[in-house]
């Protein structure tokens, strides 16, 4: 069974991860990739719901089975890091039923600053804040924010709206990032999406060619 | 110590709610109970506790768990599918045959990485093809094998390991707090050694289980919009 290259996207409730991959998706679609989504839903479907209509019923960018929502007992975390088996037995099946799969982009059900993936469940880990939670978010580190593959700060739009100031935002992401990547976004807009995407396409799937490519959809 | 203690560090290993096979997501019906108000005290989760030992776990589970013991001892591969079939069989509710195979294979997964054993490695690799679904009682018994746990300690374990995890999901769903989940472990344990005592001995052939009430809650529970829990 071959492994199909995972992201985890974590972050705290409502900074916009589920938003984040609702955009990130039609830009992978564009380019062949197929994509299957897992959110770790703390308590309702309403998410993965939203994101199944969106992504699959209206736009047909994938299968409606491909958005999977998972329940975690009411601990996101346990779920992703200590003990991610019940994510991992359902990729195992999705890796055994649909291996034409480029890429499976886990959400967590919501974190505090200090939670990661666990390298076993997820290849490349995107955590995200939100310019809302304040603009001292960058520099109050956590290992969530300081050691995760990207670092996305969401929701530029409302940074006048709660006196964030997001040169300070920046310049403190790039001192607790110490050379690893960060970036700015706005869903709205979807500034910042494509170079997210860039990130994605290079440091998790190596620049390959999407596996269906050449088929006829 | 006259032993060296290991199986018995196996047990508590395999029995710790940090191992990682995914119970904390199990409410084991209980939360499909909970919001049909069902449950809703100490003293109705404590009855809830007794009724899913009495009439589901001892007479079912155990039993397969027991046999699955013995055929690993004897390295019959065809009565373990056998109860790897029962087991799903018994399961009426789809969110418990799915919960108990996803944990049960990741707890043969797990195992297997650091245990090398004929009958577990035998048991993966019928996962992988798809000939046995991997259900968690039977799981248990193969990794309890592979580790020395004897057949009683390993059914007082499975016992064990349901009653706290069932209350872990009652604190977390608000039905009581931390003291009194103690103590509903400790006034189960006369009911968990007497339900261990009386699977004793029982053959595949003899299993049953009967919880139609919580079965019909978890068959309303599988398809909410809003829940904490697989199961
Ligand atoms: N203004 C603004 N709102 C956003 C942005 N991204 C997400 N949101 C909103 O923030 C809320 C929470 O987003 P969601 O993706 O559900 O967050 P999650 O809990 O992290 O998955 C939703 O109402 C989104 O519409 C953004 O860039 N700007
Ligand atoms: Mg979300």
Not at chain 1, 114 to 142: E, H, M, N, Q, W
Request: glycine residues 12%.
């Amino acid at each position: 069974m071959a492994r199909i290259p995972r992201i985890g996207i974590g972050g705290p409730v409502g900074s916009g991860k589920s938003m984040l991959i609702e955009r990130f998706v039609p830009v992978l679609a564009r380019d062949g990739y197929r994509v299957c989504i897992i959110s770790n839903d703390v308590i309702s479907k309403e998410d993965a719901d939203r994101m199944r209509q969106n992504l699959a019923t209206d736009r047909g960018l994938l299968p409606e089975n491909m958005v999977i929502g998972l329940a975690t007992g009411g601990c996101p975390h346990t779920a992703i890091r200590e003990d991610p088996s019940m994510n991992m037995a359902v990729i195992e099946e999705i890796e055994r039923d649909h291996p034409g799969l480029d890429l499976i982009i886990i959400e967590s059900g919501g974190d505090n600053i200090t939670t990661t993936f666990s390298p076993a469940l997820a290849d490349y880990f995107i955590y995200v804040v939100d310019v809302a939670g304040g603009d001292k978010y960058p520099r109050k580190r956590g290992l969530g924010i300081e050691n995760c593959d990207l670092l996305v700060i969401n929701k530029t739009d409302l940074a006048p709206l709660v006196d964030a100031d997001l040169d300070v935002m920046k310049r403190d992401a790039a001192e607790v990032r110490e050379g690893r990547p960060f970036l700015l976004t706005n869903c709205k807009t979807g500034e910042g999406i494509g170079e997210a995407c860039g990130h994605i396409v290079r440091d998790v799937l190596f620049d390959a060619p999407p596996k269906g490519a050449g088929e006829t959809a | 110590m006259d032993t060296d203690g290991l199986p018995e560090m196996a047990m508590m290993q395999l029995s710790d709610s940090a191992f990682p096979a995914g119970l904390f997501a199990a409410s084991n019906g209980l939360e499909g109970m909970f919001m049909e108000k069902k449950i809703t005290t100490a003293a109705e989760l404590a009855e809830f506790g007794r009724a899913c030992l009495v009439q589901q776990l001892g007479p079912g589970d155990c039993v397969i768990l027991a046999n699955v013991i013995d055929y690993s001892k004897s390295r019959n591969y065809a009565g373990i599918a056998e109860a790897d079939a029962v087991c799903t069989a018994i399961r009426t509710v789809k969110e418990s045959r799915d919960a108990s195979r996803m944990s049960g294979v990741q707890l043969a997964r797990c195992v297997g990485g650091f245990c090398d054993d004929e009958v577990l490695g035998w048991y993966l690799g019928q996962i992988e093809g798809g000939a046995v679904s991997g259900t968690y009682p039977v799981s248990l018994g193969i990794c309890s094998n592979a580790l020395g746990i004897e057949k009683d300690r390993a059914v007082i374990m499975l016992l064990y390991g349901f009653v706290a995890g069932t209350v872990g999901a009652a604190l977390r769903l608000g039905i009581i707090q931390h003291m009194e989940g103690q103590r509903i472990i400790h006034d189960l344990k006369p009911v968990m050694g007497r339900v261990a005592q009386e699977s004793a001995g029982r053959g595949i052939d003899e299993v049953w289980q009967f919880l139609p009430q919580v079965e019909i809650g978890q068959m309303r529970h599988e398809k909410l919009d809003s829940r904490m829990f697989i199961t």
